[in-house]
Nanobody, 125 residues
Framework: QVQLVESGGGLVQAGGSLRLSCSAPGLRFSSYAMGWFRQAPGKDREFVAAFRWRGGMTDYANSAKGRFTISADNAKSTLHLQMNSLKPDDTAVYYC??????????????????WGQGTQVTVSS
């Protein structure tokens, strides 16, 4: 059973930074496509960023490019999302997800098999 546990959410002022972490003990981290998604109230869950350790592949939503950085610590099976220059529009519940062993980086929630419980990020203006 794969468990993903997010941490690092909170309340921050616009322009500030947060670093989200996702612990995935026991996951074959190096071969999995991993992703971050977010869901604001009344909106669909949307792709933020994806990462694959093998090959060092990354992908970002346009809204995240230049502000967010996805990375991982393979030895600790932990995924991170560094978020800088945060805006009120970034307010959402952020979810870590694992798509399983694959060579691509999917950006659709339907492609991801395992999900964390989510962590709230609130950006005040």
């Amino acid at each position: 059973q794969v468990q993903l546990v997010e941490s690092g959410g909170g309340l921050v002022q616009a322009g500030g930074s947060l670093r989200l972490s996702c612990s995935a003990p026991g996951l074959r981290f190096s071969s999995y496509a991993m992703g971050w998604f977010r869901q604001a109230p009344g909106k669909d869950r949307e792709f933020v960023a994806a990462f694959r350790w093998r090959g060092g592949m990354t992908d970002y939503a346009n809204s995240a490019k230049g502000r967010f950085t996805i990375s991982a610590d393979n030895a600790k099976s932990t995924l991170h999302l560094q978020m800088n220059s945060l805006k009120p529009d970034d307010t959402a519940v952020y979810y870590c997800a694992a798509a399983g062993p694959r060579y691509d980086l999917p950006n659709s929630p339907a492609e991801y098999r395992y999900w964390g419980q989510g962590t709230q990020v609130t950006v005040s203006s």
